[in-house]
């Protein structure tokens, strides 16, 4: 089993759907997760944190399930500046390694 | 807002040269990494640096890599002697002041073409 691993996508979804990403780990230790978001050729940003079951920011909402080891990422009313790579992302090692997920790429047309 | 930078941006060299990336991390951050990613594939760690010494190194990290903080600003990658499969981008970032400050932030990165 990959370390991380998200599907792929593209998502294509018109402005103002609601759009939500998964992501699975195979790392049980593990006790923070990151989302982040890169666009073209850009470096990965952060988006969310999740440390505990789950936290919400404006119209993004990330969740964690810690039996079935998956996160995932919830976006309400999606915006054309959405349209991004999401990454699912899993520190180890005590947060000095981060593993990342091949990335969900979204598209958000108008 | 501090931010990571790297220099350059865009550095071709020829198969067999070696090449130094250049990182500044944020001010005052402790922790720093090295990542890579090659186009269409994902972003993979390399090393972590912390207190003038490597924590961690991934399997990516062999005899050709090295790191530096020669100052107390910069953290530099250096790659003795470049192969094709070395072109990738290459993501400097830097993390928080205490151990328990785990949020990385990545630098632009340098794409890196080997020829």
């Known amino acids: 089993r990959k370390e991380v691993e998200q599907d792929p996508g593209p998502f294509n979804v018109p402005e103002g759907a609601t759009v939500a990403f998964n992501c699975t780990y195979s790392n049980s230790a593990s006790q923070s997760f990151f989302w982040y978001r890169q666009d073209c050729r850009k470096e990965p940003k952060l988006l969310m944190s999740?440390?505990?079951s789950g936290n919400e920011d404006g119209r993004f909402t990330a969740q964690l399930n810690r039996a079935s080891q998956y996160i995932s990422l919830l976006i309400r009313d999606s915006k054309l500046s959405d349209s991004a790579t999401y990454l699912c992302?899993?520190?180890?090692?005590?947060?000095?390694?981060?593993?990342f997920g091949g990335g969900t790429r979204l598209m958000v047309k108008p | 807002e501090p931010e990571v930078t790297q220099t350059p941006s865009h550095q071709v060299t020829q198969m067999g040269q070696e090449v130094i990336l250049r990182c500044v991390p944020i001010?005052?951050?402790?922790?720093f990494y090295w990542y890579r990613q090659i186009l269409g594939q994902k972003v993979e760690f390399l090393v972590s640096?912390?207190?003038?010494?490597?924590?961690?190194k991934s399997e990516i990290f062999d005899d050709q890599f090295s790191v530096e903080r020669p100052d107390g600003s910069n953290f530099t990658l250096k790659i003795r002697s470049t192969k094709l499969e070395d072109s990738a981008m290459y993501f400097c970032a830097s993390r928080g002041r205490t151990p328990s400050t785990d949020t990385q932030y990545f630098g632009p990165g340098t794409r890196l073409t080997v020829l």
């Open positions: 640096f912390y207190n003038n010494e490597i924590s961690e």
């Open positions: 001010s005052n951050h402790l922790y």
């Open positions: 999740v440390y505990s």
């Open positions: 992302v899993v520190p180890l090692n005590a947060g000095n390694m981060l593993t």
